[in-house]
């Protein structure tokens, strides 16, 4: 495990990404934080764009580009952004001060009542851990920031009394669930198994770049065991034995709640929701995730169909994934196709022409 794929894009490829990393690393971030899955997408965006600076040895637009991360991290130290997060004494945890006012319960997605600290939280550890891999001279600055979001979402200890242990990761279940202080007739809930997955290989990569082992082998443990649930439950491909076969025709669940599993997401139903926020993001560990059998067969059965039509920005997404299977078709479209709004069009395009590449090192591992 590690911040890139243990291979090289495809070197036919080079020119374009790196004529585009430098389109990209020109357009000015947007790290002002007034809330903070959306901003925290951002940070990710951005840090991920100064990785490939260091990786194509782009050292002017890398120095700028560590800056413009930190600058954005300086405002949530200091909390001067919009929202600024607070210590909660009632269930000893951080939570956005946006939601705190009268009616503002679901303000960014219900944070300030504990919805999703997981999925918000693993954008900004993961670009933490970019950031002291890159510049480890910040990282006594950010150091108790970033892991204060950690020991809100997954305190391991049981004698840190600022925290609880394991506020989202149920170990009996073996995954998180994303519900907070909110009623609901069916139990919590998990919507985004790859958000999931990120927060936790984000803990490891922020173990990875400060020398925590604690904190390396908590992320690789929460890493290990939801993979193996997301792909019994979340992700199904046709061998699954375990779902019901109405729902394996899905291949993915939906919303899966304690008490069901609802093809559908809490803010549409259309299959490019459905199917995209299990995607999302697209990082190194996703290829881990999500196997080439599975993703065979959801683009065959389902995708395929509605890709075209899909609203403009899941494409980006749509075709991230497809690039598993087949990588110079995904490619050609992520030229052009609307992005994401935490996708840069390098990083699409790097992990496109990556994706390909471990399925011809495996074929020559077999010869």
């Known amino acids: 495990m590690d911040f890139l794929a243990p291979r090289s894009p495809?070197?036919?490829?080079?020119?374009?990404?790196?004529?585009?990393?430098?389109?990209?690393?020109?357009?000015?971030?947007?790290l002002t934080v007034s809330d903070y899955y959306f901003t925290g997408k951002e940070f990710h965006k951005y840090a991920l764009l100064c990785l490939l600076a260091e990786y194509y040895r782009e050292t002017v637009e890398l120095d700028r580009c560590i800056k413009t991360v930190e600058a954005g991290f300086e405002i949530l130290i200091t909390r001067k952004n919009t929202n600024a997060l607070r210590y909660d004494t009632t269930w000893f945890g951080l939570v956005s001060s946006a939601g705190l006012g009268p009616s503002q319960e679901l303000a960014d997605f219900g944070n300030s009542y504990y919805n999703d600290h997981h999925y918000h939280w693993g954008y900004f550890i993961q670009a933490g851990a970019i950031i002291a891999r890159l510049d480890p001279s910040y990282l006594p600055r950010i150091r108790d920031w970033v892991e204060g979001l950690i020991r809100d979402a997954s305190n391991p200890s049981p004698l840190d009394t600022s925290f609880p242990q394991f506020r989202y990761f149920d170990w009996f279940s073996g995954h998180s669930w994303s519900q907070g202080l909110f009623e609901s007739a069916d139990g919590k809930d998990q919507e985004s198994t790859s958000e999931e997955i990120n927060f936790h290989y984000g803990i490891a990569l922020w173990g990875l770049a400060t020398q925590s082992l604690t904190l390396e082998g908590l992320g690789r443990l929460m890493l290990g065991t939801a993979k193996r649930t997301t792909q019994t439950y979340f992700l199904m491909d046709s061998n699954n034995k375990v779902m019901p076969e109405k729902i394996i025709a899905n291949k993915v669940t939906g919303i899966f709640f304690e008490n069901k599993a609802e093809y559908t997401t809490w803010f549409?139903?259309?299959?490019?929701?459905?199917?995209?926020?299990?995607?999302?993001?697209?990082?190194?560990?996703?290829?881990?995730?999500?196997?080439?059998?599975?993703v065979e067969e959801e683009w065959t059965t389902i995708?395929?169909?509605?890709?075209?039509?899909?609203?403009?920005?899941?494409?980006?997404?749509?075709?991230?994934?497809?690039?598993?299977?087949?990588?110079?078709?995904?490619?050609?479209?992520?030229?052009?196709?609307?992005?994401?709004?935490?996708?840069?069009?390098?990083?699409?395009?790097?992990?496109?022409?990556?994706s390909e590449m471990r399925l011809l090192v495996e074929e020559a591992s077999l010869k």
Not at 12 to 26: G, H, M, R, S
Not at 272 to 291: D, K, S, V
Request: net charge neutral.
């Open 10 to 30: 495809a070197p036919q490829y080079k020119d374009l990404i790196v004529a585009q990393l430098k389109k990209d690393l020109a357009i000015r971030a947007n």
């Open 268 to 294: 549409g139903a259309k299959p490019e929701f459905i199917h995209g926020i299990q995607m999302i993001p697209c990082t190194p560990i996703t290829e881990e995730i999500r196997l080439e059998k599975f």
């Open 303 to 354: 995708l395929s169909k509605i890709v075209q039509d899909a609203v403009p920005e899941w494409k980006s997404l749509l075709y991230m994934n497809y690039a598993i299977i087949n990588r110079d078709e995904a490619f050609t479209q992520l030229l052009s196709v609307p992005l994401d709004n935490g996708v840069s069009r390098t990083w699409a395009l790097v992990s496109c022409s990556i």
